[in-house]
């Protein structure tokens, strides 16, 4: 059963619900003509916020690592898609390196049970699968031991001129779990025999949150416009600044001027729809990692200076030294979905261009207008344990799990799309040919 949304304000989301479903055949088409002219990420896990009266995408992540919160149920779809995935990039493929993070060598379980279930998805699919590792002092294999009594082989991986892999194992394609967020190492540049995926410009070192955002805009309007609605109720909006001292408060008049721009643009908004929600943004780091937000209701928050300084804490260590930061101001999206009275938010899986699960990210101790991606936060499959099923055209908005999850999936995918006009932008190959 889907979560009883607490919040008064259902009406807009089950109206949006019963919309996608009457428009189901025009927006899978619509869907596969985008997919024609536009190359989806390999895989991509996209958090969604549900206010009641709109339903946004807040991050979507293109080197994903919750595999094992999926439920058996949904291993199928995951397989199928990696079949379809594999055979569009490389059907001669029987060989498949894993390059896992740096965090493999922490051992904590759930990255490895992560790992595990990429492994048994890729060898199901028909391919031999492998882990490579880019942490530097490792020589020799090394075994790492799994909460289920298993094993994960770890390698060192071995570059030659022109090829990666490993010492007796040389594959056709590359699959990154290691988001690079420190950089790209050498042995990865001008890998030109192989499928290196996803491609080094969607690492999270060259990555803009800022530039997605643009993107999933422009891909929200698109849509919007498909089903004669406002593209307000599918996406954030969002102002950037770059070089920004927290501490010297260098550049912090531009924060507050998005703040204030912002803020008034979302009550306008809430005025319109007749929603009584108090206002609020987000700021946060615009560039990789990041590990939390500061929620803003009033421009004067950022007078106070220990506020500051915990944002500036939590953002990336940045090169040279320097404490300016590029950061982002973003509209702020509560959640009104509860698990077991925990605040909730749905995060959709997806591999190639297919929906393949899902899961309840839920914390306990963070309020409707914080982060859940932070410590002490759970996962909860069981709140999608239905959606392997279709959706069911005809139900009233609200009552099934299947419909409900079928618009998460439709509302993930457009945050997929997005990401996908965001690589086409920052293709250094398009950039190159453009010059």
């Given at each position: 059963m889907v979560p009883h949304l607490i919040t008064a304000l259902t009406g807009p989301i089950n109206e949006l619900e019963a919309r996608i479903l009457d428009s189901m055949p025009a927006i899978e088409r619509w869907f596969r003509l985008e997919w024609m002219e536009h190359t989806p990420p390999f895989y991509t896990a996209v958090d969604l916020r549900n206010?009641?009266?709109?339903?946004a995408p807040v991050d979507t992540e293109l080197f994903p690592t919750g595999f094992d919160n999926l439920t058996p149920p949904m291993l199928p779809l995951a397989v199928?898609?990696?079949?379809?995935?594999?055979?569009?990039?490389?059907?001669?493929?029987?060989n498949l390196l894993l390059v896992p993070g740096p965090q493999v060598l922490d051992g904590k379980p759930s990255y490895l049970m992560h790992l595990q279930r990429l492994v048994e998805v890729f060898t199901?699919?028909?391919?031999?699968?492998?882990?490579?590792?880019?942490?530097?002092?490792?020589?020799?294999?090394?075994?790492?031991?799994?909460?289920?009594?298993?094993?994960?082989?770890?390698?060192?991986?071995?570059?030659?001129?022109?090829?990666?892999?490993?010492?007796?194992?040389?594959?056709?394609?590359?699959?990154?779990?290691?988001?690079l967020a420190a950089g790209v190492p050498g042995m990865l540049e001008d890998v030109h025999e192989q499928y290196l995926l996803p491609p080094l410009h969607a690492s999270s070192a060259q990555r803009r949150k800022s530039r997605h955002l643009h993107s999933y805009e422009e891909v929200a309007k698109r849509f919007a416009k498909l089903l004669g609605m406002d593209p307000w109720l599918l996406h954030t909006m969002h102002g950037q600044c770059g070089q920004v001292d927290f501490g010297s408060e260098a550049g912090l008049d531009c924060v507050k001027t998005h703040v204030d721009t912002l803020l008034a643009k979302v009550r306008r908004k809430h005025k319109e729809y007749g929603i009584a929600e108090r206002a609020f943004v987000v700021v946060k780091s615009d560039g990789p990692g990041g590990t939390d937000v500061?929620?803003?209701?009033?421009?004067?928050d950022l007078d106070d200076p220990e506020r500051r300084a915990r944002l500036a804490r939590s953002m990336p260590a940045q090169p040279k030294a320097t404490p300016a930061r590029d950061v982002i101001v973003q509209?702020?999206?509560?959640?009104?979905?509860?698990?077991?009275?925990?605040?909730?938010?749905p995060v959709v899986y997806m591999i190639d261009r297919y929906v393949i699960g899902g899961f309840y990210r839920v914390h306990a101790q963070r309020g409707t207008d914080e982060s859940l991606d932070a410590p002490g936060s759970a996962f909860v499959p069981?709140?999608?344990a239905e959606s392997?099923?279709?959706?069911?055209?005809?139900?009233?908005p609200g009552a099934s799990a299947p419909n409900r999850f079928y618009m998460y999936g439709v509302v993930a995918r457009l945050g997929m799309l997005g990401a996908a006009y965001e690589l086409e932008a920052t293709d250094p190959a398009t950039e190159l040919e453009e010059a």
């Open positions: 206010a009641g009266y709109k339903l199928q898609a990696a079949m379809a995935a594999i055979e569009k990039i490389c059907p001669e493929a029987k199901m699919a028909g391919l031999n699968v492998r882990l490579g590792s880019l942490a530097r002092g490792l020589e020799k294999p090394r075994r790492l031991a799994l909460p289920d009594g298993g094993q994960l082989k770890l390698e060192p991986l071995v570059r030659s001129e022109r090829r990666l892999g490993l010492r007796d194992f040389d594959p056709c394609t590359i699959l990154l779990n290691d988001d500061l929620t803003v209701r009033d421009a004067k509209e702020g999206v509560p959640t009104y979905e509860r698990v077991n009275d925990a605040v909730a938010e069981l709140a999608f392997h099923q279709l959706p069911r055209r005809g139900v009233k």
